[in-house]
């Protein structure tokens, strides 16, 4: 019995052993990659430096620890929080979590700026061990204001703030594709210092993206390699009005948005009622209310549908001209 609990003990010490050397071989490649990444981002022009860097999460995690990190891309765009905390289940290797303490700062060379705080915020991205395959994002208690960029008054500031907000992104079917789908809970949305909307909102969309690749270069090489956002759901609640449809979108050869959105609406009077109570509603929004009532046709159970349409830098509503568009490059 004294011999079995002996080679028992030296079992499990043996094990321990074997499972920490694992551990440390995999932490320091990690570490390893990811110098390695940061010295490939200096050499484009771009840097990463964490004021305080530590590595943990020994048996079964392993954390990589950055505080006050701060991101220079090589356009010169700068990112910086309060502290990054990556890390990395030892039974899913292809998952890496990943939370960041506020407040996270985007600044880019033209003075627009992306400010954003909340009570957390937690990105999942799962791999193939090559590339990509879901990235997400989930916020709590979300207040994110956007600056446009420095001297440019045709661009207002915008602030938007939600209890809950949440983003995922996976490659689509088809070739150089995402899938991207977003869900907003009692959001409300600032223009210029101004409420869009009388009361908080819901929102949950979904789209496919094309032609990701050529997007990154610019509006005009998305147009030129075909791009195109599919609508594929929208779901807009803020009682008791709704709005859902979907729909298609692009950029012509003049640069201008065309395609086509189907909207169906209930609850309208949720919206006229506030417009006559004197509350705070955007223009456009109230203008997609008056559409739906006075354009939209009857489609069952009190909704009205509106069918959006954006042809030949057009924009028209079931068929009834509204306003010519300007290209948007």
């Given amino acids: 019995m004294r011999n079995k609990v002996i080679i028992l003990g030296v079992a499990v010490i043996a094990v321990v052993a074997l499972w920490s050397w694992g551990w440390t071989v995999v932490r320091d490649r990690a570490v390893?990659?990811?110098?390695?990444?940061?010295?490939?981002?200096?050499?484009?022009?771009?840097?990463?430096?964490?004021?305080?860097?530590?590595?943990?999460?020994?048996?079964?995690?392993?954390?990589?620890?950055?505080?006050?990190?701060?991101?220079?891309?090589?356009?010169?765009?700068?990112?910086?929080?309060?502290?990054?905390?990556?890390?990395?289940?030892?039974?899913?290797?292809?998952?890496?979590?990943?939370?960041?303490?506020?407040?996270?700062?985007?600044?880019?060379?033209?003075?627009?700026?992306?400010?954003?705080?909340?009570?957390?915020?937690?990105?999942?991205?799962?791999?193939?061990?090559?590339?990509?395959?879901?990235?997400?994002?989930?916020?709590?208690?979300?207040?994110?204001?956007?600056?446009?960029?420095?001297?440019?008054t045709a661009l207002p500031a915008v602030g938007l703030d939600a209890a809950y907000a949440e983003v995922h992104v996976r490659a689509g079917a088809a070739p150089d594709s995402l899938d991207a789908a977003t869900l907003l809970r009692a959001a409300t949305l600032d223009v210029a210092g101004r409420g869009s909307l009388p009361d908080a909102a819901d929102l949950r969309a979904s789209a496919v993206i094309g032609a990701v690749g050529p997007l990154a270069v610019g509006p005009a090489a998305w147009r030129d390699a075909g791009g195109s956002i599919d609508i594929t759901s929208l779901d807009f609640t803020m009682a008791p009005t709704t709005i859902s449809g979907g729909g298609r979108l692009g950029i012509d050869g003049d640069g201008r948005l065309e395609g086509q959105i189907d909207l169906t609406a209930r609850g309208l009077d949720g919206l006229t009622s506030a417009a006559a109570a004197g509350r705070s509603i955007a223009a456009p929004v109230a203008a997609l209310g008056t559409a739906f009532l006075i354009l939209g046709s009857p489609a069952g159970d009190g909704a009205r549908a509106l069918s959006v349409s954006a042809v030949d830098g057009t924009l028209s509503a079931n068929g009834m001209t509204l306003t010519r568009l300007a290209p948007v490059f």
């Fill in 32 to 152: 390893t990659e990811l110098d390695r990444a940061v010295a490939d981002l200096a050499a484009r022009g771009g840097s990463f430096a964490c004021a305080e860097r530590d590595t943990g999460g020994w048996p079964f995690r392993l954390d990589l620890d950055c505080r006050q990190p701060r991101l220079t891309l090589p356009d010169g765009t700068g990112i910086t929080a309060a502290r990054l905390l990556v890390t990395g289940v030892i039974d899913d290797w292809r998952l890496v979590v990943a939370s960041v303490e506020g407040p996270l700062q985007v600044a880019a060379p033209d003075g627009s700026a992306v400010d954003a705080s909340f009570a957390r915020l937690q990105l999942s991205l799962r791999h193939d061990g090559r590339r990509p395959e879901r990235l997400s994002a989930a916020a709590d208690a979300l207040s994110l204001d956007v600056v446009p960029p420095g001297g440019d």
